[in-house]
């Protein structure tokens, strides 16, 4: 796994990057994620992948609303989402409403099925 902030894109903010946007929530996510024993071991190197990549972040459906409360509830069950849900996964990573959407969707089920959230926060 590459930690390097020089090394790895995802912890390198570039010139004119918000992190809130990009990069924040991103990291965000992959400590949550970390913390509930469920980023992909490919994780990483994908995240690196990102910034010399061609994907693009296809626009939300209903189905995506969908499968986000499923993929939350199997992350909080400490489910590998990178392995069960590859394509959900590619596009939680490309895209930034997504990632929102789903970090709210796992603070919502961890509070309501009382799992707590220090280990989320």
């Known amino acids: 796994m590459i930690?390097?902030?020089?090394l790895n894109p995802m912890f390198r903010q570039s010139a004119g990057?918000?992190?809130?946007?990009?990069?924040?929530d991103l990291t965000t996510l992959r400590d949550r994620l970390i913390g509930?024993?469920?980023?992909?071991?490919?994780?990483?190197?994908?995240?690196?992948?990102?910034?010399?990549?061609?994907?693009?972040?296809?626009p939300l459906?209903?189905?995506?609303?969908?499968?986000?409360?499923i993929v939350a509830r199997d992350s909080l069950r400490n489910l590998d989402i990178g392995a069960n849900y590859?394509?959900?996964?590619?596009?939680?990573?490309?895209?930034?409403?997504?990632?929102?959407?789903?970090?709210?969707?796992?603070?919502?089920q961890a509070i309501s099925n009382g799992n707590g959230m220090s280990h989320l926060v």
């Open 3 to 6: 930690m390097d902030t020089v």
């Open 17 to 24: 990057t918000e992190t809130s946007t990009n990069g924040g």
């Open 36 to 58: 509930l024993n469920v980023w992909p071991k490919a994780g990483d190197e994908f995240l690196a992948l990102l910034p010399v990549s061609r994907w693009h972040a296809p």
């Open 61 to 69: 459906t209903e189905e995506d609303n969908e499968w986000l409360i």
């Open 86 to 108: 590859p394509a959900f996964f590619q596009k939680l990573i490309t895209n930034p409403k997504l990632r929102q959407a789903f970090l709210a969707e796992l603070d919502r």
